[in-house]
């Protein structure tokens, strides 16, 4: 499934994640499967982990 398919990813947080490596829905659960993975990729995309 693609990273697109979440409801409220819109293009703009798709394209930051597909930039920093995030391109399915199985690639974010992984990487946010850890508190530091989920950092890294805050820091990557300059999404608020927040969100």
């Known amino acids: 499934m693609k ?9 703009v947080y798709a394209k930051k994640m597909i930039a920093a ?3 399915t829905v ?3 659960l992984k ?3 850890t508190p530091k993975g989920r950092k ?7 999404i608020s982990g927040a969100l």
Not at 3 to 11: N, Q, R, Y
Not at 40 to 46: D, G, M, P, S, V
């Open 3 to 11: 990273i697109e398919d979440i409801e409220g990813i819109g293009p």
């Open 21 to 23: 490596g995030v391109k």
């Open 26 to 28: 199985e690639g974010l």
């Open 31 to 33: 990487v946010g499967a």
């Open 40 to 46: 890294e990729l805050a820091e990557k995309t300059e």
